[in-house]
């Protein structure tokens, strides 16, 4: 039997998806907005003990309406699965749109708002023993929400290097073991417990896990979860058959024409 991710029917996430900020509050030149919101991943009825957020969409997220499901979320999912995290996680992103340009913008207000109410919504139903940051956008981000809701007894943070930064591997790697002894030592309640096993100075096939069919939406294919890329921007680089390829373009009267 596959199991799915059952979305977004109850409140309070229903009604954060149908409030979702659009532009102007993520204005098109600084975002993809013409690919609409990515909420989440993971899960939203009560169960999630670590709270992961990473940055900012891209292209398989964009597809699959799931965050952090293409290469980086594979090595997010690898270090879950080092503190014995298999399915009692839920995931947002710093921004509910994919980036457009390199420089990730300052936060405004009303863009914070919308995070700070998932964050909100997250910590309201969910027992949240630890708060995994990945990338600086994303530690921010946290540190802001902090400040600015100041929750009562907020769960401790531990931040990390995003899954795609371009530090050296053995540098990458050093600073997730350190992340991974944290986040171990405030985690009560996984769903496995395990002896820590560390990365090594360099990735191994092992330390990208696979992502659950229970995370990504009903009849989502199962290749679609998987690690090798199958989403690109613009043109694809590799020939394959017309059976196997489908290829979206937006419609021009829908195209968003960026300086
Ligand atoms: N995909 C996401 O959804 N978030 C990231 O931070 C990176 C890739």
Not at 79 to 93: C, H
Not at 194 to 207: K, P
Request: glycine share 10%; charged share 20%.
């Amino acid at each position: 039997m596959t199991t799915f991710d059952p979305g977004y029917g109850h409140d309070p996430f229903r009604g954060l998806c149908e409030a979702a900020p659009g532009p102007p509050v993520y204005p098109e030149e600084r975002f993809r907005v013409e690919w609409g919101p990515i909420f989440h991943r993971g899960r939203l009825d009560g169960s999630a003990r670590v709270l992961v957020i990473g940055q900012d969409p891209a292209a398989h997220e964009g597809v699959a309406r799931r965050i952090l499901c293409g290469f980086a979320g594979h090595r997010v999912q690898g270090f879950l699965a080092k503190l014995g995290v298999d399915r009692s996680y839920v995931m947002v992103n710093a921004y509910l749109y994919s980036l457009y340009g390199t420089a990730a913008p300052t936060h405004t207000a009303d863009q914070l708002e919308d995070r700070f109410d998932w964050i909100d919504a997250i910590l309201d139903t969910a027992t949240i023993e630890v708060v995994v940051t990945f990338g600086g956008v994303a530690k921010r981000v946290w540190g802001r929400y902090e400040q600015d809701r100041s929750p009562t007894s907020p769960p401790p943070q531990v931040g990390a290097l995003h899954p795609t930064a371009r530090n050296p591997d053995a540098e990458l790697l050093a600073n997730w073991n350190a992340a991974l002894d944290l986040a171990h030592g405030h985690l009560a309640h996984p769903d496995r417990t395990v002896a820590l096993a560390h990365y090594g100075d360099e990735w191994a096939d092992a330390d990208l896990a696979e992502i659950p069919s229970f995370d990504m939406p009903a009849g989502l294919p199962t290749w679609m979860t998987g690690a090798e890329t199958w989403a690109v921007r613009g043109e694809s680089p590799e020939e394959a058959p017309r059976s196997g390829r489908i290829t979206v373009t937006i419609p021009e009267s829908s195209r968003i024409d960026r300086v």
